[in-house]
């Protein structure tokens, strides 16, 4: 065990040494000349000339040395099946899917769009194309035509892998009417079409174009196809950002760093072993996906599930039955998912033997503290926000449990992550804040530390342009956020620079009006956006989801409520902080991956076009939000 101030330090000072220790977690075929090559920032080049594959190391060395431990658990409680790949039948599976690509015509470099719901051929998919050197281009099987056809022009794909149909809670979700819709939109065709059909939904074949799984898969059941060893540098996926705050960015990820970031991580973060099981919640349509669901578990040796379902079905029990039947040791999901159980009765978490499981870690949004408190109970085991974004591909801020343990502090997702020299910068003055308490934006000194993006696909430009300013005479990656440090090094996220409000010269983040509504207890949800106003420049508006929305049914109780409310905000933080109005909604805008939505809020409230929306959820939601605030 190592003293985490020393070990982080270590990280930035010694980055070298550092990271060269870090790197002898993973199998590489030539080893590195360089650890990091910083020559021309902020694109920053690790492991110079190191030759590895991310699928070797998530697949085929542990299928060498324990062939039949589980690594791939597929559990559907959308069609009721469950089946568990060994590595040994995992790299079975990744080969003939490889061979298939190959058949195809996929060549090293070239992109596979992967538009598929959440089963094993769509894992298969992934680390064959991590096996080939192909780029994978994960698109969520949410997303309809135009937000599909924007992503297959942007990745050109040589072969999009898709299924005739997901499902959500029982109900079919054709996907190939969407793909062929997106394909005859997009400007970009591809050269074939890959059908992993489940037999959900009947659909038309394009000849020609369209390829059929099973039909290949039998003609390749032989096929062993070897890792292509990729430098260090080459790409291995592109992915898209949530799309929160305007139009999507296609991350470009490098092979080498993130293999070493997610080894890394998974050692002093999750604290991981082999033979033990991971359960991720996420969908593999985001980064939590990519690093959580598929390559960390994996390159860590363990196993991992990978669930198509609701959290709710057939009931609110369903994920801890899966952690006492593949005793997870490990669980990560969002804070979202958290607030859905919270709906529901605790006994359902209770049900079943936790024993197995040392912790759930919840990312992607702030955890505010009576679902982090509410769910810690229900569960008894500890809870562990972390901090990250699509770019970043691992936390930039946990607790590290692993390198020495830490106790949490609730609202806060922990210190700097070794490898992140993590600053707080004056917005105004653009200097450094060392000042316990002070607001700043969370920016992070150059390099980035191995796993992040490399680039924006095929436009530097805009990578340099969006995330590098030049702060106080030097460069930095700012995150967008906001926060604030305590004297321990603990950060507080206070919401995005986008969300930070300025009322009558006081500036607030949304989050801490936020966190304050929430703590009624009739509140499940809620979101706090700043509203342009004449006289105070601009004012808090409040829109909440209630726990017993009847409490609010008549005017009057409404009314009450809303009173109730700006008294408990104008006790925690001050009458500054008390919303305009706070208003009772039955659901909220947010994107696929569950995010607020507060720039289509506030856009809705100031009466403009809310811009963007290919990533909402649920537009009807925003659409009861333009009916209260418009002017009848
Ligand atoms: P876009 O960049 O396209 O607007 P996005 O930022 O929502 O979308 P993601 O990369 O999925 O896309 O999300 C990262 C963001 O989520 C962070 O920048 C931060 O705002 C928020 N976030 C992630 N984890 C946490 C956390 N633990 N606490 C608070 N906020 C978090
Ligand atoms: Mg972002």
């Known amino acids: 065990m190592a003293h985490y101030p020393d070990f982080h330090r270590r990280s930035i000072d010694d980055r070298d040494g550092f990271w060269r220790e870090q790197a002898a977690l993973i199998d590489w075929e030539t080893p590195f000349s360089q650890v990091c090559a910083y020559s021309r920032p902020p694109f920053a080049h690790w492991f110079v000339g190191g030759r590895t594959n991310l699928c070797h190391n998530a697949v085929d060395r542990h299928a060498a040395q324990r062939p039949d431990a589980p690594a791939l658990i597929w559990v559907s409680t959308e069609v009721d099946q469950e089946v568990v790949y060994s590595f040994r039948q995992l790299q079975r599976e990744v080969e003939r899917m490889a061979a298939i690509l ?18 094993a051929e769509a894992a298969f998919t992934m680390l064959a194309c991590a096996r080939i050197g192909a780029v994978h281009s994960v698109v969520f099987g949410g997303f309809a035509s135009h937000s599909l056809a924007t992503r297959i022009d942007d990745a050109e794909p040589t072969v999009i892998v898709s299924s005739d149909a997901g499902s959500r809670g029982g109900k079919v979700v054709p996907y190939k009417p969407l793909l062929d819709e997106a394909i005859t939109l997009a400007k970009h065709k591809p050269a074939a079409v890959l059908m992993v059909d489940r037999g959900l939904a009947p659909f038309s074949r394009v000849a020609g174009r369209d390829a059929d799984y099973a039909e290949l898969r039998a003609r390749h059941i032989d096929a062993q196809v070897p890792c292509v060893w990729l430098e260090s540098s080459e790409p291995s996926y592109t992915l898209y950002t949530s799309g929160t705050t305007g139009k999507p960015k296609g991350v470009q990820r490098d092979t080498g760093g993130y293999c070493v970031a997610l080894a890394a991580s998974m050692k002093h973060i999750y604290m991981g ?13 985001w980064v939590v996906g990519h690093s959580y669901i598929i390559y960390g578990p994996l390159i860590a040796g363990m196993a991992t599930i990978m669930y198509e379902g609701l959290p709710t079905r057939p009931d609110a029990g369903v994920w801890w039955s899966l952690v006492e039947k593949y005793k997870v040791s490990v669980m990560f999901s969002a804070p979202t998912a958290a607030r859905v159980l919270k709906k529901q009765d605790p006994a359902f978490l209770t049900r079943y033997n936790l024993s197995s499981l040392k912790a759930l870690f919840l990312a992607g949004e702030p955890l505010d503290e009576p679902t982090a408190t509410w769910i810690s109970q229900a569960i008894g085991k500890p809870i562990i926000d972390n901090y990250w974004q699509t770019e970043t591909g691992w936390p930039i801020l946990a607790i590290c449990n692993g390198v020495e343990p830490a106790p949490t ?16 910068i004056d917005e105004t003055t653009a200097e450094e804040i060392t000042e316990p308490g002070k607001k700043g934006v969370i920016a992070v000194e150059g390099p980035l530390p191995p796993g992040c993006l490399q680039t924006i696909w095929r436009d530097d430009e805009r990578y340099v342009k969006t995330y590098w300013q030049s702060i106080h005479k030097r460069t930095m990656y700012s995150t967008f956020d906001w ?5 321990d090094g603990y950060f507080y996220i206070l919401g995005r620079t986008d969300d930070v409000i300025n009322v009558a010269g006081h500036r607030l983040g949304t989050r801490e009006i936020e966190e304050s509504i929430s703590s009624h207890p009739n509140v499940a949800e809620v979101a706090v956006v700043g509203v342009a106003d004449n006289l105070k420049g601009q004012v808090a508006m409040a829109f909440a989801v209630l726990k017993d929305p009847a409490s609010a049914a008549s005017p009057a109780d409404a009314l009450a409520l809303e009173g109730e409310i700006m008294k408990l905000v104008d006790s925690q933080l001050g009458a500054v902080a008390r919303p305009a109005r706070v208003r009772f909604v039955s659901g909220l805008p947010k994107t696929r991956s569950g995010k607020l939505l507060r720039r289509a809020i506030q856009a809705v409230c100031e009466l403009r076009d809310p811009g963007d929306l290919t990533t909402i959820e649920d537009p009807s939601a925003l659409q009861q939000i333009r009916e209260l605030v418009t002017p009848a």
């Open 273 to 285: 072993q082999p033979g033990e099981t991971y359960f991720s919640t996420s969908d593999i349509g």
């Open 483 to 487: 926060g604030v440090k305590d004297a």
């Open 409 to 424: 502090k609730f609202g806060s997702p922990g210190k700097a992550v070794y490898g992140f020299d993590v600053r707080l």
């Open 102 to 119: 190959q058949d195809l015509g996929v060549k090293q470099g070239d992109r596979v769009l992967v538009y598929m719901p959440m089963t």
